[in-house]
């Protein structure tokens, strides 16, 4: 599906490689398609940080599912074994903290030291641009 944007002249063409009903974006999709190098250098790097971003909120659902579901039985968790589940959320906590917090503020570092000067620079050599 990638290509096959190109069915009719008016569609949008896609940039080759890229399924676009896979993205996350809210910007990309069939009558917006990302078209060009300027197009995926925002998508790219932002479509792993959505991506995380829905987990986590997937996770904090079943988290609180699970403990509606608990709590309507009377139990501190719903497992087979009735035990504590609060290790669910030190993980999930952990998780954030070490691993999904660092690469939000590495992403945000590399942007700021080495995207934006880059952009910055192709802007002025090409006033049109």
């Not at 940039?15 to 910007?27: A, Q, R």
């Not at 290790?87 to 070490?98: A, G, K, N, Q």
Request: proline share 7%; aromatic share 8%; charged share 25%.
């Amino acid at each position: 599906m990638a290509d096959s944007m190109n069915e009719t002249d008016s569609e949008p063409t896609c940039h080759p490689g890229i399924v676009v009903s896979g993205l996350t974006s809210e910007v990309y999709n069939k009558s917006n398609p990302p078209t060009d190098w300027a197009d995926l250098s925002l998508l790219i790097p932002h479509e792993p940080l959505r991506e995380g971003l829905s987990a986590m909120e997937e996770s904090v659902q079943a988290l609180l599912n699970r403990t509606s579901a608990a709590a309507a039985k009377g139990d501190e968790c719903d497992d087979a074994k009735n035990e504590d589940c609060s290790w669910r959320v030190v993980y999930f906590c952990e998780w954030v903290l070490d691993a999904f917090s660092p690469m939000i503020h590495t992403h945000h570092d590399n942007e700021e030291e080495l995207y934006f000067p880059w952009i910055d620079t192709k802007a002025n050599d090409d006033p049109a641009w």
